[in-house]
């Protein structure tokens, strides 16, 4: 079984950057047509997909975070990171890390579901 665990700090300052880390357990992130994606939900609204990792590196973000966001991997301790820069107030959420399961044509992604989730995070961006 898949296992995703979330770590980082709680609490981030305003205008610095949010960095996450997800460990990966029961499977590797570089095998074939799977991705690695960062979700998050803000307080009394739904869920928001970041973006995601490929098994081969690649990267791909919601347009209305894809300028402040960047996911990179450590294949060698399976784990992905998730980096948010010039945080405010808005990006308080409870932050998820889950596995996308997807076919890839070898030019379009088709997603097909997230079957693998972690617990989720809080994370507060206050002074």
């Known amino acids: 079984q898949v296992q995703l665990q979330e770590s980082g700090p709680g609490l981030v300052n305003p205008s610095q950057t949010l960095s996450l880390t997800c460990t990966v357990s029961?499977?590797?992130?570089?095998?074939?047509?799977?991705?690695w994606s960062w979700i998050r939900q803000p307080p009394g609204k739904g869920l928001e997909w970041m973006g995601v990792?490929?098994?081969?590196?690649?990267?791909y973000y919601s347009p209305s975070l894809r300028s402040r966001t960047s996911i990179s991997r450590d294949t060698s301790k399976n784990q992905f990171t998730l980096q948010l820069s010039s945080v405010t107030p808005e990006d308080t959420a409870v932050y998820y890390c889950?596995?996308?399961?997807?076919?890839?044509?070898?030019?379009?992604?088709?997603?097909?579901?997230?079957?693998?989730w972690g617990q989720g995070t809080q994370v507060t961006v206050s002074a």
């Open positions: 889950a596995r996308m399961v997807a076919y890839d044509s070898g030019r379009y992604v088709y997603p097909a579901e997230f079957d693998y």
């Open positions: 029961g499977g590797s992130i570089t095998t074939n047509n799977y991705y």
């Open positions: 990792i490929t098994y081969s590196g690649s990267n």
